[in-house]
């Protein structure tokens, strides 16, 4: 079943195309992967699924309801969860309140709106810095807690913009590794990523943009052989 | 069975220190306790500009510090309920105490009918957008014939200590009580109003819009909340310092001193904390009083240098305020580690 399509979404600043007639659906359950050059489009894309930007034209269903141009609290309420490429922690909070937040969408209760953030927090491996402020914590902790606090609205279609962007290697499997542990759980999820092996390493189908621009839209194979992907963003060493 | 998540669980949900809870027990008891030792009517003076302007910042805390919107037009909901209660009680006989309620109805309506279109800017525009609301109550209740103009209300005065009237010419000590049992209900709501679903959201909106928005937060809708909140904790201050003083103008009970004020005071306590409005009108308010008192008049404008001086070295050295000297060890979150 499709949870997400798209159909012919465009958006302009000005004389700038952020996104031209772009296309696409993903499957319930599914990773699709998001790629392509700085100045793509793709954070672009992510606002206007998500309702932080509106969309001059297109179509945007979620199942089968139309979330074009509806506000971005009334789309995460329909359940879809998103995380932020330049992160947005509740920097004066604790990590587990800034859990609790997102819980607070499903449990009205505070004892179990606490004990569903904690549950979460487990899930992400960061139990025993649930005291912390989330400005003491980590990037590499910092993207766990978007993802927790994503999670805790219980999303059905979760938007993770670039989740090993500015961290550092070591700390990358971790994070894939919790990717791969989230889809498990049954969430779709669409994500943003620079590291092509990683995308085709997680992803089931991958969507390939450049200067706003579907360029490409696939499984991970047909991708990396695609000319146009190539040419765009992944390049060739072989310059002969 | 995951250990460290049970343990987790199993923890209390607020970990409350039993030598703060003692320490406050005792303060609430002795501040009951001081005017039967016989204070004279300086000092329960002193108390009851303290209990006010406590609540009048708490008030503006819960606007700027929990939800982050700085609002410098706050004295208008002051005005509010001065005048609700005055008015009604000399036209129509009204006692105060059902006219605090309808103060802070009214001052609950205007901060929605502000509220959506101010809200609707942030940072310096709403700020400046407020201040010029505040400035315009003053202008037009200075206008209002109905309500005295300039010239303001002169209420009506009982010939002895009335309770059902709120006024009491003999002792300042029932004012003192009536301000203190405000003060403490006050602070106990907005206690838990810090520690409910709101208060989460409110900061969450307060600390990042955007991520709000992206967990289902009306990011708008919740700073209306707050700003109506806010108002109508601000309107029962507005009544009972007209019960108080008795003769109110809008000089006096739309000043934008006022509005500025209960900023200073929240900032010099700890903005965003429930504790600071406290901490900031037990200093400042006993320095206006004093500098009022040996410089004379307005205290010669000596309190505000002051002020400025204090927020001055504040927003240097302590940027959270004075709650920030408290050790690190007592606060709730903090112990849980």
């Known amino acids: 079943m499709k949870i997400l399509t798209v159909e012919n979404l465009s958006k302009s600043f000005g004389g700038i195309h952020a996104n031209r007639d772009i296309c696409f659906d993903v499957e319930e359950g599914s990773i699709l992967g998001v790629i392509g050059p700085n100045g793509a489009g793709k954070s672009t894309l992510f606002d206007l699924i998500t309702g932080f930007t509106k969309p001059d034209t297109g179509k945007v269903k979620f199942f089968d309801k139309n979330i074009f141009g509806i506000s971005p609290d009334k789309i995460s309420n329909l359940g879809v969860g998103r995380t932020f490429q330049k992160l947005k922690p509740f920097a004066d909070q604790t990590l587990l309140e800034n859990v609790m937040i997102g819980a607070f969408v499903k449990e009205k209760d505070i004892k179990r709106a606490r004990d569903r953030a904690l549950e979460i927090i487990d899930f992400v491996d960061l139990i025993e810095k649930r005291h912390h402020f989330a400005k003491e914590l980590s990037t590499g902790q910092r993207k766990r807690l978007e993802m927790a606090r994503a999670m805790a609205i219980d999303p059905k279609l979760l938007l993770m913009d670039e989740v090993t962007g500015g961290v550092d290697q070591k700390t990358i499997p971790g994070l894939v590794e919790l990717v791969k542990k989230l889809k498990k759980t049954g969430v779709t999820i669409i994500t943003i990523e620079h590291n092509i092996n990683i995308i085709m390493e997680i992803s089931d189908n991958v969507l390939a943009l450049d200067q706003g621009k579907r360029i490409a839209f696939g499984e991970p194979k047909e991708i990396q052989n695609n000319k146009q992907v190539i040419d765009a963003y992944l390049g060739t060493f072989d310059a002969a | ?337």
């Not at chain 2, 310096?124 to 037009?140: D, K, M």
């Not at chain 2, 008795?246 to 004020?261: A, G």
């Not at chain 2, 206006?288 to 040996?294: A, D, F, L, P």
């Open chain 2, 1 to 337: 069975m995951d250990n460290k998540l049970e343990i987790a669980k199993s923890e209390p949900i607020w970990n409350t220190n039993n030598r703060v809870i003692s320490i406050i027990a005792g303060l609430v008891i002795l501040l009951f306790a001081l005017p039967l030792f016989g204070m004279n009517s300086f000092y329960l003076h002193l108390f009851i500009m303290i209990f006010m302007h406590a609540v009048m910042a708490q008030s503006w805390n819960v606007i700027a510090g929990f939800s982050g919107q700085i609002s410098l037009g706050h004295g208008a909901f002051f005005g509010i309920g001065a005048y609700a209660t005055s008015f009604f009680y000399m036209e129509y006989g009204i006692t105060p105490w059902i006219s605090i309620f309808f103060g802070m109805f009214v001052s609950g309506i205007f901060a929605v009918l502000i509220g959506i279109p101010m809200l609707r800017l942030s940072g310096h525009y709403f700020a400046i957008a407020t201040l010029l609301i505040g400035i315009s109550f003053q202008v037009v209740f200075q206008r209002w014939d109905l309500v005295g103009a300039a010239s303001g209300l002169w209420v009506t005065m009982t010939p002895e200590d009335s309770w059902s009237a709120l006024q009491f010419h003999s002792s300042k000590a029932p004012y003192y009580y009536v301000f203190l049992i405000f003060f403490l209900i006050t602070f106990f709501l907005v206690w838990l109003l810090s520690r409910s679903k709101l208060g989460y959201r409110l900061r969450a909106v307060r600390d990042d819009p955007q991520a709000a928005l992206s967990l289902c937060i009306n990011v708008s809708n919740y700073k209306i909340i707050a700003y109506v909140i806010s108002a109508m904790i601000m309107a029962p201050m507005g009544s009972l310092f007209a019960q108080y003083i008795l003769i109110i103008d809008p000089d006096r009970v739309f000043n934008i001193e006022i509005s500025i004020i209960v900023l200073l005071i929240t900032v010099l306590g700890g903005i965003g904390n429930v504790w600071g409005p406290i901490i900031g009108a037990a200093i400042l308010v006993p320095i206006s009083e004093y500098s009022r008192i040996y410089l004379g008049g307005t205290g010669g404008a000596v309190d505000l240098i002051f002020y400025g001086l204090i927020l001055m070295i504040i927003c240097i050295f302590r940027p959270n305020g004075l709650i920030s000297f408290i050790p690190k060890d007592i606060l709730e979150r903090k112990k849980q580690r």
